[in-house]
């Protein structure tokens, strides 16, 4: 199907800022809400640098490209700003009552017609869809970290996600570039619902005595892994993985899902991975 496309992404963190750049390299114009000054002007750095190491790397636009492709996003502090859109993906913190609240604002700002995405980690849909008027119109978009550089996207419906908002979205990840998975909605979903069960036991197994790296070269060796369960966490970031062990542990009720000491020290001590240049493993 073919869709004019207005999209905003709601937080310029790390997947926020990704988001917003695939949308931007398709050529589709972006507008990024933050209320956070410092953090939009971070993103504005590291959309910069991951542009241009983009391009360095070939796997990106032509760096003459650049400048056009960062004047199409707007970034700003109100979410009133989105009135025009067509599509909104959140990318907020992973906190229930923090999505909920700003589902209910996007259904108050927006056209009926748009479609609202969460990029939530593990949060049901079902229940952010019901802080809006319009529950046929959200679903979820689980893009991976980078955003740029992974191809595929789960995406999570729920028993009320209507044809035409999932045709939408499907359409807008295809404009992207990038092929969409369906799945039914639920804790986790599936690729979570699997992955921070083998983080966590991952990184309860670093405090019997065997180091991350053994751990993640037994994978990626072994079983073939592009990278192993702590390298993985470390490129998803550790918080963010500790605030997803938490949410599936709160809605599904499988102490499974559990922060372990290791992971838990670490985000304490504010090694993140990647982001932090240390986490499981360092990154000089």
């Known amino acids: 199907m073919t869709v004019e496309h207005r999209v905003g992404v709601i937080g310029a963190g790390v997947m926020g800022a990704g988001i917003a750049q695939c949308v931007a390299q398709a050529g ?13 002007e971070r993103a504005r750095r590291e959309l910069k640098s991951a542009l241009r190491l983009s391009v360095l790397l070939g796997r990106g636009p032509k760096a003459a490209d650049i400048p056009d492709i960062t004047t199409r ?9 989105l009135r025009d859109t067509t599509f909104v993906i959140e990318s907020v913190t992973e906190r229930i009552d923090l999505k909920r609240a700003l589902f209910a604002e996007l ?24 802080a809006t008027g319009r529950p ?7 893009f991976m970290n980078p955003a740029p550089l992974t ?21 807008l990840l295809d404009a992207l570039g990038k092929k969409g998975i369906v799945v039914g909605d ?8 699997v992955l921070m069960l083998g983080i966590a036991e991952a990184a309860a197994i670093t405090e019997t005595g ?75």
């Open 107 to 130: 259904d108050r700002h927006c056209p009926p017609s748009a479609v609202f995405a969460s990029g939530t980690s593990a949060i049901p849909i079902a229940g952010l869809a019901a």
């Open 210 to 284: 065997t180091d991350a790296a053994t751990i993640d070269d037994l994978f990626e060796g072994c079983l073939g892994h592009r990278m192993g369960p702590l390298r993985t966490a470390d490129l998803i970031g550790l918080d963010n993985v500790a605030d997803t062990l938490v949410v599936l542990r709160e809605t599904t009720g499988d102490g499974r899902y559990r922060v372990p000491e290791a992971l838990a020290e670490l985000v304490a001590a504010g090694h993140l991975g990647r982001k932090t240049g240390k986490g499981f493993h360092e990154y000089p």
């Open 73 to 81: 996003i707007t970034w700003t502090d109100r979410v009133e700003h």
């Open 28 to 40: 589709i114009p972006v507008t990024v809400v933050e209320t956070d000054a410092a953090a939009i």
């Open 151 to 171: 191809e595929t996207v789960e995406v999570i419906t729920t028993d009320r996600t209507s044809p035409d908002a999932l045709n939408r979205a499907l359409a």
């Open 186 to 193: 639920g804790p986790g979903f599936v690729i979570n619902r």
């Open 136 to 142: 046929e119109r959200v679903l979820g978009l689980h």
